[in-house]
Every structure is written in structure tokens, then in C-alpha cells.
T-cell receptor, first 112, second 116 residues
Framework: AQSVAQPEDQVNVAEGNPLTVKCTYS??????LFWYVQYPNRGLQFLLK??????LVKGSYGFEAEFNKSQTSFHLKKPSALVSDSALYFC??????????FGSGTKLNVKP | GAVVSQHPSWVICKSGTSVKIECRSL??????MFWYRQFPKQSLMLMAT?????????EQGVEKDKFLINHASLTLSTLTVTSAHPEDSSFYIC????????????FGPGTRLTVL
């Protein structure tokens, strides 16, 4: 069963506008949730994580994400997008024995 | 911050040959490393969990005899693709779990394998 879902293959926003990249999860108990960014032919870079505590998590490069238990969501947000934010974004959940399971990825295109 | 390297960054080989990919944690010890495979425009798929000093644990559907994993030290894990075929062409990414921090994983830059 899929643990993490990213419903959008691609998100297009104009530079300066707010952006949202969606992620929903389906794991039992308290999930450990993560966002990573990948630039072409590169590995993954950690953006932020939710383990416990405040539902609003702030991460690198001005990104933040809100954990919503009732909606089982962990959407990634940024108030003002930059062209340099254009990349592939992955939501992930950590399950047994520290295994990470990734969503299908969302390509973010920020246009000047 | 913690750094994970992979070598080579890209490799082209002939069908039927074997290719070894190295994953190193440069400034921390990693009792556990993970190997992922990523097809173009797709997500990362966990292939196996590599444990220092013991056998790797493979995910369902991954051929252990084809993808040999060795984790001989706390800073090095290797993935050998044996008798490679064109369908093995992919982007292989490793991650290493920092033993000291407990859960955090750091990802390598990936290795692009092309089998002709």
C-alpha cells in the first residue's frame, strides 16, 4: 500500500507568488514526514521534517510545511517562489527500521 | 554538515559486465546505509538496507544475486550490479544513517548507470 502520495506531477507558479506542493500520507501511528528537493542529476537535499510538536515546520530556503493529522496531509509551502526553486520535490515517510518511502515526486516550475 | 559521496558519478558499461558503485560517509559513521533506484521522472525506490558487518536486507522484488551489497566498514557500502543489462540502466542513490543522531539520513549525489 502506498504510504505517501503526491497528487500533482507538476506545479507551475510565477516568481514571487506563493507555492504549495501537496502530500498526503497513509501510515498508522505518528508519522515521521520529510520533504526533499532534487536538482537534475543530483541526490536529494533535505528541506524539513516533522517528528512531533508544532504542526508548522520551517525548513531550508524559506520553505515550510504544515502537518494536518485530520487530513493526513503534509503540504510544502513557500510565501514567495523563486526561479531557483524550480526542481523536483519529494515527500517521504520514515517507517520501520528507518526506511524511507518516497512519494512519486512533483516537478515545480517557477516562471520569471 | 554530514556528507555522503558516491563513486563513480556516472558509468557506461557493456551488457553482461559487472559494475561496482561505492557509497561513503565522509565525516560520520553509518552502521546502516540504504540503496535506492530512480528511473527517469520517477520516484526513488528503496532496493535494500545495508548493515555494517551483516547481510543486506532486500526489498520485495529486488534480486539479491543481481544487486550485491557489501557494507564492510562503518563508512563504506558498495553495490555491485552483476551481469548488467540495459534494463538496469538507472540512477542509483545511496543514503547513510548517522549512527550518532539515530534517525537522520544523508543522501549521496547519485550514480548514473548506462548499460549498452
Amino acid at each position: 500500500a502506498q504510504s505517501v502520495a503526491q497528487p500533482e506531477d507538476q506545479v507551475n507558479v510565477a516568481e514571487g507568488n506563493p507555492l504549495t506542493v501537496k502530500c498526503t500520507y497513509s501510515v498508522s501511528g505518528n508519522p515521521y514526514l520529510f520533504w526533499y528537493v532534487q536538482y537534475p542529476n543530483r541526490g536529494l537535499q533535505f528541506l524539513l521534517k516533522y517528528i512531533t510538536g508544532d504542526n508548522l515546520v520551517k525548513g531550508s530556503y524559506g520553505f515550510e510545511a504544515e502537518f494536518n493529522k485530520s487530513q493526513t496531509s503534509f503540504h510544502l509551502k513557500k510565501p514567495s517562489a523563486l526561479v531557483s526553486d524550480s526542481a523536483l520535490y519529494f515527500c517521504a515517510v520514515r517507517k520501520n527500521f528507518n526506511k524511507f518511502y518516497f512519494g512519486s515526486g512533483t516537478k515545480l516550475n517557477v516562471k520569471p | 554538515g554530514a556528507v555522503v559521496s558516491q563513486h563513480p558519478s556516472w558509468v557506461i558499461c557493456k551488457s553482461g559486465t559487472s559494475v561496482k558503485i561505492e557509497c561513503r560517509s565522509l565525516d560520520f559513521q553509518a552502521t546502516t546505509m540504504f540503496w535506492y533506484r530512480q528511473f527517469p521522472k520517477q520516484s526513488l525506490m528503496l532496493m535494500a538496507t545495508s548493515n555494517e558487518g551483516s547481510k543486506a536486507t532486500y526489498e520485495q522484488g529486488v534480486e539479491k544475486d543481481k544487486f550485491l551489497i557489501n557494507h564492510a566498514s562503518l563508512t563504506l557500502s558498495t553495490l555491485t550490479v552483476t551481469s548488467a543489462h540495459p534494463e538496469d540502466s538507472s540512477f542509483y542513490i545511496c543514503s547513510a544513517r548517522d549512527t550518532a543522531s539515530g534517525w537522520e539520513q544523508f543522501f549521496g549525489p547519485g550514480t548514473r548507470l548506462t548499460v549498452l
